[in-house]
């Protein structure tokens, strides 16, 4: 299996729920992606940590198979983010964010980074995420995400960026955002004429769209009885489906939803504990039973395979 | 076919949104649900209307097939609702609700009504729903709606309803409300312990989760390009999932969630105008493209269809 290169941030986060709370502890979007995808492909990590970055959290990410030798080390301090939540977990509320060493950081691709043939740009400066896109030689499929921050500030770049894109990560208001258009499929076209073949749009507790060839898929998440924390769901997210799309090709649209239902599956173990303690410790088939179990839930007892 | 008994709301409706608006438009729960159900089976409707209640109105729902025998008209006017719509549709805001001559309204049932085996309860007075139910002779199938206002103002009573339905559809907001219960899985599952054996958690354009055998199952919306109004989608999806799951076996569970894909059906076309201009003229055909459809866009490539 080709690897899959990830670049984003790698974070300490310290959040707040209704239901307690984790400090400093491992995360960052390239974490949460790269922790997800590991499980469908070899993952190589394109970031930055200062000298403070803990060596369990290394070594955490190692023996998941994870290829840390694009994760630069610099002096000074890790990147730390402060969010908490309320009870309906629908939007975290930033606390405080020290972009300490990511401040600085200017990605440097080696030449086996340079030919990976899967890229996950994930939400961090457009324009960082082009410098990464750049070098790289001739990558089969780029993907990206983004947030309202850089929506706000540097929409051009993101646009320019979206042109050389295969498949776009967003979620639902920040699609809105983005297209002005208040209809779904509306913004996911609009999105797609930008660019990207493939637009997914998260909803998370409410599932996700998948726009492509011209169709708008809604699928449900993945149920789980309690949401611990959900920082990360959309990172893992993306992580699920492009580990399982990996190799595969996007006009095969089956194919494509299924890599939905393995990005929501992902997802529901991030979302179940603080941090990574949940995710950090699945295994594939763990992800199998729960792709068995979606099946079974969307069962309506008639063969959804068309003709 | 038996026929399904439904009690509810028979209104003029004055609708603003973004897009447009309708003034004294046929409207009502009752209407709703029947124009739904009667693709699927004969539909008795019990209501109140008053003296100004349009003709035209009548002789449509007759030609669609609902049963008026127990319609009452009485001096006076029509319930009258008025309400907007901002951009998103999350919800309506009631400008003005003049119950007029359904304030008085104490709902009779013939020696027919009293036998009909199925019957919906819609969003009325939990005290009428009860006294509907009382006078009923045997239902095989009693589902029931609420609201907002009724879990305020009487929820000893809607409890007391709920030990003696079937099938009770709320919307999210009103099932966290009732049971004070933030997950979803857990608000079900309480509603369910005080009573029905199934529960429908309605959530608009994200969808529907269906609760039954102690297990949550989720569905999208089926999607449609532009909500033109959304008034009236809930009782709309009732009517689907009754109209198709009358005479059926609440226990057989794939044919309770193929009863989800069919109330989501029916709600998308009740969206796609205002009033029941479009739910109006649907007829079966179009309902069944819908729903191949529907199987369709879930289609993974995989049987979903468990062993």
Known sequence: MDPILVVGSVALDSVKTPDGECKEALGGSAVYFSLAARLFAPVQMIGVVGSDFPQEHRELLESRGVDLAGLEVVRGKTFRWEGSYQKDFNSAKTLNTHLNVFEAFKPK???????????????????????????????????????????????????????????????????????????????????????????????????????????????????????????????????GFLGYLAGGDLRDIRRVKRAMLFGSIMASFTVQDFSTRMLERIELTAAQDRYKDFLDLLDVGESLIAA
Not at 115 to 124: D, G, P, T, Y
Not at 125 to 148: G, H, K
Not at 201 to 221: D, S, T
């Open 109 to 239: 691709l080696s030449t086996a980074h340079k030919q990976a043939s899967v890229v996950f740009l994930a939400n961090i400066d457009p324009e960082l995420q082009w410098e990464v896109l750049s070098q790289m030689e001739e990558p089969q499929l780029v993907a990206c995400d983004t947030m309202n921050y850089w929506i706000s500030l540097k929409k051009p770049a993101l646009k320019e960026l979206l042109s050389k894109v295969d498949v776009f990560f967003v979620n639902e208001e920040e699609a809105r955002k983005l297209t002005r258009e208040s209809s779904n499929l509306r913004a996911a076209r609009k999105l797609s004429e930008w660019g990207p073949s493939v637009v997914v749009i998260k909803k998370g507790e409410h599932g996700a769209l998948l726009y492509a060839g011209g169709r708008l898929y809604a699928f449900p998440a993945y149920p789980v009885e309690d949401v611990k924390d959900p920082t990360g769901a959309g990172d893992t997210f993306a992580g």
